[in-house]
């Protein structure tokens, strides 16, 4: 009988040695980055003790009846753009983002769709914004205009995936009946994809109730103009008391979306 060879231990965890220079390199690119930006130690710890002194002259807030006023007003336009720019976007995102799914829409039309998609999904909210004040000027509707953009970008892809991830089997069965493509849509497409769309808008509101804020700082109207106008007379108490106010907005935001999630799931 022969023997056999000698038995070559085994590997728990072999390396990966592609990963260790995927690492590495990552690694020496931020260092190399770190120091083209000029982020040093030394700078952090001065930010650090600006930065305190900018917080300590924040306080306390202002609640005066005058400041009261103003930040309600812009409040009451943030949510109305942020109401109105997720109920058009969400309105828009629907429809194409099931022309863009693949596995519904003939090979140009979802590609078309999905073009546009990524045209939308290009800029940021705020330089959306800066285009959209010069187009119509100064005001809550260059701020809606932008945010709606910017929800269609963002919704109208998730809904495309979520079309292209669904059971086909349901979509296959209204076909079989001879139904229009309108009617595949509505019984074989919607009670798959509806309950992640309300998901996706409940989620879209609660972004745009943080974005509403940005766009007005660039004139898109909204409690950011306010903001701004309180950082450039150096109104820190005012600045701190819209800060909150932001942060309560937002934390009522999240307890509507996650109820609406909730709600129709």
Known sequence: MSQAGPVQPRVAFPPNWTSRIVTVAICAYVVYAAQIVDFTWARFLTGLDQGRRFVARMFPPDFSADKLDLLYGGLVESMQIAILATVFGTLISLPLGIAAARNLAPAPIAWAARGAIALFRTLHPIVIAILFVKAVGFGALAGTLALTVASVGFVSKLVAEAVEEMSMAQVEAVRATGAS???????GVFPQVMPRFIGF???ELDSNLRNSALVGIVGGGGIGAPLFTAFQRFD???VLTIVLAIIAIVMVGEVVSGWMRRLFQ
Do not use: E, K, P
């Open 236 to 238: 820190y108490d005012f």
């Open 181 to 187: 493509f309108a009617s595949v849509i509505v019984m």
């Open 201 to 203: 808008t409940a989620y």
